[in-house]
């Protein structure tokens, strides 16, 4: 029985540019053994369904000398140095005999044996790998950017023109390294993820009876190991905190400027930086499924995720390269019928074959792409494709969730009322003391409120609860009644002062908690949840942004959701919603609007998550959910980074645009200069590189894209 075609990961080295990595992944896949295989430009990886060996892989690379290695290895060989790499050094000492040459055709004559001589070196040790490739691909009539500077090196020397011949190949060894080095830039963001965890770290492992502390790789630590971490340490694998107190820098991974402190049962994140006390971590997951491994993944699988505008450029540049190799045949054939000069006309269509070389154009899209979601994720913000990216610069409405998106989602004191005789701070003691027996969550504000104002706590006696009212106790030698002003008004004469303040604090959306002790009322406490403190100005950034509509969709009663949407003053807000209702109301909004985004906890919010053009989730670091639910996850549970990622997105967008004019635009002016038979193999090549490198440097504008 034959076995079962695995499905494997490899990362590659030297992968240098758009072209080589289609190429590159035909090869494989002409593999007999392999059934399929995708190359991830951005991320530089090869996916590979088929059993097959790093030898039989690097083999299909080997034209552009690509390197292989296991997608587990921790990182691939180390990086060699912009000076040091062989074609750099090639291109150098062509460079010298470039200017040997012009050296002695200054000298003597242009056409002197021994200056012709010089330029040949040039050709040949500049243009070695070049012409190999492009040798290979004529014969297999695959027409790419080293196939046409092939044909247009070799056509210069036949016709004579030697030194501009070597300029040329020089000139393009010098763009192919600048592109690679900028595609390496690019490519940075995944490293850095990589590099965040540590390869090893000190376990307490049991043997029997007794414990060992060692030193492991990752890979070999098992959940239920103790994580020995100490000050100024990295943590290394996602656990819970089993002894220790410490300040946690999360930064790598949600993007929190602050640390957060850890104790006992608290959860901590591999990647993240333990910076003043010693912890012990109960492993929670293996390596491969931190939290850190799994954003790893998904920046991976994002960038490799084409975007639209990248589609159509591909599909463009498909079409583009033929019809470039038909209008320079067309020029160095159709003139001279006319004029003559096959001589001139030839050296033109050779000319046109440069500039007409796709590489800007190809590059234009997939470089700000990749840089664009590597810069999100240093900054806590997980894009989970290209296409969410686009699609979030288009977006003109936004809906939120309320409880945990734009509130805290805990319940807090905001007001207390008491009768004449009796003071705040006395009746939040005694309705304290009754809440203290209740799990509900409003006795859980009013007991944080009574710590926060460092208020001892009082001892009930004799407590009961009444379903759906309220309860009671005995309280410092009082009967204390604590619940609904509806129940608590059959205890004892409500008066009409005390119903206006009620009907004031549910106007604003808090809930009301009244108080009697011994038949006379004492007080009333107003509970709300708190809005995030950055919510107000989250969207007035977005208004800044120009989002036109921002509605919130909430399951909370008509009243409370209206006061805080007009706190923020939102556009619109839909009340008392199920969740079926949330996805109807974001159908609503998609008619209305065409592009809506979605935010929400990446749980309860799933379906209207789905159902909008981007959906994003308020997802903690850890939220399992939330990485899978939504196209974009705020990690650090932060709504700041909204208005960011919506400008990056636009800025994106802007970027992506103007590389297209720009490789266009470029082309085209040279390619105008044919008319008046102006256009040189000079002018042709620093068009050709002059674009491919605005386009690059452009897009490595969104490294620096901060919130």
């Known amino acids: 029985m034959a076995a079962t075609p695995s499905k494997q990961e490899y990362r590659l080295q030297n992968l240098s540019c758009a072209s080589c990595a289609a190429k590159f992944e035909k090869n494989v896949k002409a593999i007999p053994k392999v059934q399929d295989a995708q190359v991830n430009f951005g991320a530089s990886k090869i996916t590979i369904t088929g059993n097959i060996g790093i030898d039989e892989i690097e083999k299909a690379g080997a034209f552009d000398g690509i390197k292989v290695s296991q997608s587990t290895a921790k990182s691939l060989e180390k990086s060699i140095p912009f000076y040091r790499k062989m074609e750099n050094i090639l291109a150098g000492i062509s460079l010298l005999f470039v200017v040997l040459g012009y050296m002695i055709g200054a000298l003597r004559s242009e056409t002197d044996p021994l200056a012709i001589g010089m330029f040949i070196i040039a050709i040949l040790v500049g243009g070695m790998g070049i012409f190999k490739t492009g040798f290979r691909n004529l014969a297999r009539f695959e027409f790419d950017m080293k196939t046409l500077m092939t044909i247009a090196v070799i056509g210069a020397a036949i016709i004579g023109e030697w030194e501009e011949a070597a300029v040329v190949v020089f000139l393009f060894a010098v763009s192919e390294a600048l592109e690679a080095y900028s595609m390496d830039k690019a490519r940075q963001s995944i490293r850095q993820l990589m590099d965040i965890a540590p390869s090893t770290a000190t376990i307490r492992r049991a043997h029997g009876e007794h414990f060992h502390e060692m030193e492991l790789p990752t ?388 379906p209207a998550l789905a159902s909008a053009n981007v959906g994003i989730a308020m997802g903690g670091a850890g939220t399992d959910a939330a990485l899978e639910t939504a196209d974009i996850a705020l990690m650090g549970d932060d709504l700041t980074k909204l208005p960011y990622t919506i400008g990056l997105s636009r800025k994106t967008l802007r970027i992506i645009k103007e590389n297209i004019i720009f490789a266009l635009a470029l082309k085209v002016i040279a390619l105008l200069l044919v008319i008046p038979g102006w256009l040189t193999l000079w002018i042709a090549i620093f068009a050709d590189m002059g674009a491919t490198l605005l386009v690059v440097f452009n897009s490595l504008r969104l490294i620096k894209s901060k919130n």
């Not at 104790?263 to 930086?273: I, W």
């Not at 590489?359 to 664009?372: D, E, G, K, Q, W």
């Not at 009333?524 to 509605?551: C, F, M, P, W």
């Open 219 to 606: 890979e070999e630590i098992e959940i239920g190991d103790i994580l020995i971490v100490k000050p100024g340490q990295k943590i290394a694998m996602d656990g819970i905190v089993v002894s220790g107190l410490s300040a946690v820098n999360q930064a790598a991974i949600t993007g929190e400027s602050i640390p957060v402190n850890k104790t006992v049962d608290d959860e901590v994140f591999a990647g993240t930086l333990n910076e003043e006390g010693a912890l012990e971590v109960r492993v929670t997951k293996r390596v491969e499924d931190t939290t850190i491994a799994k954003i790893i993944h998904l920046v991976e699988e994002a960038q490799a995720e084409k975007a639209p505008s990248q589609q159509f450029v591909d599909r463009f540049a498909k079409y583009y390269t033929p019809a470039i190799m038909i209008v320079a045949l067309l020029v160095a054939v159709i003139p001279p019928l006319f004029v003559g000069d096959w001589q001139h006309w030839i050296y033109q269509g050779l000319a046109v074959l440069v500039v007409g070389c796709p590489c800007a154009l190809v590059v234009s899209t997939p470089v700000a792409i990749v840089t664009a979601i590597g810069n999100a994720a240093r900054q806590g913000v997980l894009i989970k494709g290209g296409i969410h990216l686009e699609q979030l610069g288009h977006i003109e409405a936004i809906a939120f969730d309320k409880t945990g998106t734009l509130t805290k989602g805990q319940p807090a004191v905001t007001n207390i009322f008491t009768a004449k005789e009796m003071s705040e701070e006395y009746v939040l003691q005694l309705v304290a003391a009754v809440e203290k027996q209740s799990q509900h969550p409003l006795a859980k504000a009013i007991l944080e409120a009574l710590h926060d104002k460092n208020l001892p706590e009082l001892v009930p006696s004799d407590f009961q609860s009444v379903t759906g009212k309220g309860a009671y106790a005995t309280v410092d030698g009082q009967k204390v009644y604590v619940g609904s002003l509806k129940w608590i008004a059959t205890l004892t004469t409500i008066d009409e002062i005390i119903k206006e303040q009620v009907k004031e604090l549910q106007k604003q959306g808090k809930t009301v908690v009244a108080a009697v002790s011994n038949d006379h009322f004492i007080g009333l406490i107003g509970i709300a949840d708190q809005l995030r403190h950055e919510s107000k100005d989250v969207l007035n950034r977005l208004s800044y942004l120009k989002v036109k509509h921002t509605v919130m969709l909430t399951g909370d009663a008509e009243p409370t959701a209206q006061a805080i949407a007009a706190s923020l003053k939102m556009t619109d807000v839909r009340a008392s919603l199920l969740p079926a209702e949330k996805l109807m109301a974001i159908k609503d909004l998609r008619a209305q609007f065409g592009a809506v985004a979605m935010v929400g906890d990446g749980v309860n919010d799933a």
